[in-house]
């Protein structure tokens, strides 16, 4: 009897046995759901990723050193035509130029103010002094520049029309109308000042340029060459295609660098010449104000700005873009 209990026993929890291993065997085989599989590869991709380090760990978005001149490297778009008379019969050819010519209208407006109102007080620490001036210069580049940038590229400047021209960003018939329309609105924006108080203009010097007492031509010219250098040079770096081809932000945030250009520039030459490194600008001052001393020098202020503008160019073009060393397909 004993025998037969203990056989029972022993069956009874050999096929419980049997039973738990076929179960086991049953939840091994059956597939796992769809969220675990994703859980577990996000896991292992996440232990794969934390073993690469530093420069592993993330794509170059940029090629560096010789690698960009490889046939990866961006494109150059085709130079524009040096003449485009087809330009003349385009509405947007004609907006551009009125464009130019508001902006720099305003550009005059703004700036000669401003220098007159520091010019009148007798104590510069009652106005905006320097600072100020130089503020008021960047600060109107940086607004103009952001208006007009969709619509004529935001020149108001014959240097940096001069210098994207040598560039072959632009035709020669563009640029041309551009420089006309940037000086016409750089002389409507001197005369309206002029027209709201005459006898403080000429008092005052209606803004024009001058080499101030304490330095000689040769400064003044080198104050503009190496002004409008860092101007122009700035245009190029912050409009470069290049650029704008790989980082989406560069378009909208290009008048800042510009207009924090100008600034620092008149900080620095605002005691030497007052800070031309604009023809247009010196221009419409001078023939506003027309006395003798806007006129001694006033070849400093385009001879300065079209020579800075072309080195420019010249140093964008062969040494930043390297576009002269680059193979030709």
């Known amino acids: 009897m004993l025998f037969i209990i203990s056989l029972t026993y022993f069956n009874s929890s050999h096929s419980s046995h049997s039973k738990n291993q076929s179960f086991q065997l049953c939840r091994e085989r059956r597939p796992k759901p769809?969220?675990?599989?994703?859980?577990?590869?996000?896991?292992?991709?996440?232990?794969?990723?934390?073993?690469?380090?530093g420069a592993n760990k993330f794509s170059e978005r940029q090629p560096i050193g010789t690698s960009a001149q490889t046939d990866k490297d961006y494109?150059?778009?085709?130079?524009?035509?040096?003449?485009?008379?087809?330009?003349?019969?385009?509405?947007?050819f004609w907006r551009a130029g009125i464009a130019e010519f508001i902006a720099t209208f305003l550009f005059l407006y703004i700036t000669v103010l401003t220098v007159m109102g520091v010019s009148r007080s007798p104590s510069k620490c009652s106005t905006v002094g320097i600072q100020g001036i130089a503020w008021a210069f960047g600060g109107s580049i940086f607004a103009l520049v952001y208006s007009t940038?969709?619509?004529?590229?935001?020149?108001?400047?014959?240097?940096?029309?001069?210098?994207?021209?040598?560039?072959?960003?632009?035709?020669?018939?563009?640029a041309v109308f551009y420089i006309v329309m940037q000086t016409l609105g750089a002389i409507a924006?001197?005369?309206?000042?002029?027209?709201?108080?005459?006898?403080?203009?000429?008092l005052l010097g209606g803004g024009a340029n001058v080499v101030n007492h304490g330095y000689t031509k040769g400064d003044g010219l080198g104050a503009e060459i190496v002004g409008t250098f860092v101007l122009v040079y700035t245009v190029f770096s912050a409009t470069d295609a290049k650029r704008n081809a790989r980082d989406s932000h560069v378009p909208i945030l290009a008048p800042l660098p510009i207009g924090f250009a100008v600034f620092l520039v008149h900080l620095a030459t605002i005691p030497i010449t007052g800070t031309g490194i604009n023809p247009a600008r010196s221009l419409g001052a001078a023939i506003?104000?027309?006395?003798?001393?806007?006129?001694y020098d006033h070849w400093i202020f385009w001879v300065g700005p079209f020579i800075g503008a072309a080195l420019a160019a010249l140093y964008h073009q062969i040494v930043i873009r390297a576009i002269p060393f680059k193979t030709r397909d």
């Open 189 to 202: 924006g001197a005369g309206v000042v002029k027209g709201f108080q005459k006898n403080q203009y000429e």
């Open 75 to 92: 494109k150059e778009p085709p130079p524009a035509p040096l003449f485009e008379p087809g330009e003349l019969k385009s509405w947007s």
């Open 288 to 295: 506003i104000y027309n006395k003798d001393r806007a006129w």
């Open 34 to 53: 769809e969220f675990l599989r994703e859980r577990e590869n996000r896991e292992m991709e996440g232990k794969e990723e934390d073993v690469r380090l």
């Open 149 to 174: 940038a969709g619509i004529s590229g935001g020149h108001i400047n014959p240097a940096v029309t001069f210098g994207l021209f040598l560039a072959r960003k632009l035709s020669l018939t563009r």
